[in-house]
């Protein structure tokens, strides 16, 4: 496809630049020019996603939806160039800015062979801030905006510390691609097997006249050429089969090319939390910002579907205050913004709410994990299935099916209001019957009449308070990164079970929050299968949040229970949780006193 320009919306847009990459590999870019010729600052994304796919031919329901969740997102705008996950470049152009969108390779117009999360994508995007960096028209300013897989590889890319990347927003992206995404807690989630048949593929370079149309050029957003479906399948991976090899059960080259070091990375950067993105960007997203070693790092944090608030107002006015004082010199509205700031959730509250129409709902605070915390045991009591802040004396042991409910724990209605935020840890001794055993913890709360509250998640409706999973065969911790607080378990080694062996086991629970009132219930379920949430029925004319058939309502998309991975005659079987003088079950909850 060849590099041509149009004026349009007022802008100057090139199409189908080649930019040249280290192996010779040149990457297609869209580059959005303001319509007065001058120098700017660039930010841009690189993407697997289509770089000339309209958001709403490519996610029809995630598109609608945004019509309530995404306020500002269709004003001051044609709509024409929204795109799944990035910058909508009508907006910003007009504020002084070159947006760019890149092609990653064997997508969209850039010629190649589809390789997801590999080293090259990562290298080609240094290339590419050196490259803007080096153009006329560029102030020599780069920065980096995007959601989930363009967030993703802005870790790994920040890793390499390209001497021209200038500022990034990480909105929502996972920074271990093993413990984060494949295998949590050493267990296959079929997320991305899904995923990549469902989104990447259906814009693979080659698909032509098969494939999408420009609702901006009215050509083919997958390639000029109609390869036929064998030349298309020779020329990708086959990634969920590569994610699920036995070769890679445990960390291998397969992973650590896209696992960066995070403490290399000095750039100033948002990291965008989700609370409730439970299963893919939740945990990475926090690692990198504690982790990093940016002197201007900063986490902002919400609760609700995935990206919406990305495009809403309050994200894209946050953007716009950093990347004016990062790119531009401009200070005038990110002066005095906080390093942290906390959505606070609370049972009853709208989960999807922006900061300006959330008053109280937001804390700034100066660092993460608060240093005020106070990790606190809340103990498993087998006598009564209770939880409480008291050692329990019963001693005894309980049984459950692999594939099933399991056992839930309740406490006493809470005599007074408290909040936990941050890292969350389940310690338990545990036996199976075979010679392994998954544990699935579920952190529920109940409120009066038992009603249970959820939050609206990224990828689901109606999602726990937080989710935690771990394979005891997987249970090997790392005593330099381990702490009293949060396990950080190696995936080295294996180290199976002997039928009818207790184990002591430390169970990473992903971090979490909420201000539990007085009167509600803390719950905590341990099973052997993905957490299941029957309470709500979705109205028929409601728009979904996952348009997929394999979802569960209560953890989405992130389902667990590959055949080959989980076969029944290993997992299904009887798991039991033993309670004696030395063997004291325990939830850890950083509970966070008033300031």
């Not at 913004?337 to 959505?343: D, T």
């Not at 002997?498 to 929050?513: A, F, S």
Request: proline share 7%; glycine share 10%.
């Amino acid at each position: 496809m060849e590099t041509f320009r149009q004026v349009r919306e007022g802008m100057r847009i090139d199409f189908n630049v080649p930019i040249p990459t280290r192996d010779g590999t040149p990457v297609m870019a869209n580059i959005y020019h303001p319509e007065e010729e001058g120098v700017y600052p660039v930010i841009f994304n690189y993407g697997i996603y289509g770089k000339d796919l309209h958001y709403m031919d490519g996610y029809t329901n995630w598109y609608e939806r945004l019509k309530n969740h995404g306020p500002g997102f269709f004003t001051d705008t044609s709509g024409i160039h929204h795109c799944w996950e990035v910058l909508d470049p009508e907006k910003w152009c007009r504020w002084g800015y070159i947006i760019a969108r890149i092609d990653s390779r064997g997508t969209g117009q850039t010629p190649g062979y589809m390789h997801p999360y590999c080293k090259k994508e990562s290298e080609d995007i240094y290339d590419a801030i050196e490259w803007f960096a080096a153009q006329p028209w560029c102030n020599g300013k780069v920065g980096m905006s995007g959601t989930s897989y363009h967030a993703v590889h802005m870790w790994t890319a920040s890793s390499y510390q390209p001497p021209h990347l200038a500022a990034m927003v990480a909105w929502e992206g996972h920074s271990d691609i093993y413990r984060d995404a494949f295998r949590h807690g050493g267990i296959l989630s079929q997320f991305y097997n899904h995923w990549y048949t469902r989104q990447p593929v259906r814009v693979q370079y080659g698909r032509g006249d098969k494939g999408f149309k420009s609702r901006v050029t009215g050509q083919n957003v997958a390639g000029g050429s109609d390869l036929s479906e064998e030349e298309l399948q020779a020329n990708r991976s086959y990634y969920g089969t590569e994610i699920a090899s036995p070769d890679n059960v445990l960390i291998t080259d397969f992973h650590r090319q896209t696992m960066p070091d995070l403490t290399k990375i000095q750039a100033p950067f948002i990291a965008m939390v989700n609370w409730s993105g439970q299963g893919l960007h939740l945990r990475g997203s926090i690692e990198a910002y504690v982790k990093a070693s940016s002197e201007h790092k900063h986490m902002y944090s919400l609760v609700g579907p995935h990206g919406d608030l990305y495009f809403a107002d309050w994200g894209v006015n946050l953007q716009k205050k950093f990347f004016d004082n990062y790119l531009r010199g401009d200070n005038s509205g990110w002066k005095g913004m906080p390093k942290v700031q906390l959505r606070t959730v609370r049972p009853g509250q709208p989960m999807f709410t922006p900061i300006e129409d959330a008053p109280g709902r937001y804390r700034d605070e100066a660092e993460f994990p608060l240093a005020r915390t106070q990790y606190t045991k809340f103990y498993l009591d087998c006598a009564n299935y209770g939880i409480s802040k008291e050692v329990p004396s019963a001693k005894g042991k309980l049984t459950y099916r692999g594939f099933s409910e399991g056992v839930t724990f309740l406490s006493q209605p809470a005599e007074e209001e408290f909040e936990f935020t941050g890292y969350i840890k389940g310690k338990v001794f545990v036996s199976s019957e075979t010679t392994d055993a998954d544990l699935f913890l579920t952190v529920r709360l109940f409120g009066p009449g038992m009603k249970e509250t959820v939050l609206w998640g990224s990828n689901c409706q109606n999602v726990p308070i937080t989710i935690g999973w771990q394979r005891a065969s997987h249970r090997k911790q790392d005593p330099k990164l381990t702490t009293e607080e949060r396990p950080f378990l190696t995936h080295d080694e294996l180290w199976p079970l002997k039928p009818g062996e207790i184990v002591e086991m430390d169970v990473e629970v992903l971090p979490g929050t909420m201000i539990v009132p007085k009167g509600y219930r803390l719950g905590l379920t341990i099973s052997g299968q993905d957490h299941r949430y029957t309470g709500w029925k979705k109205p028929a004319h409601q728009i979904p949040v996952v348009d997929d058939p394999e979802r569960i309502d209560g953890i989405g998309p992130f389902i667990h229970n590959d055949p080959q991975d989980r076969p029944a005659e290993i997992f299904d079987c009887n798991v039991t949780l033993h309670f004696d003088d030395d063997k004291r079950p325990y939830l850890l909850l950083p509970v966070i006193p008033k300031k």
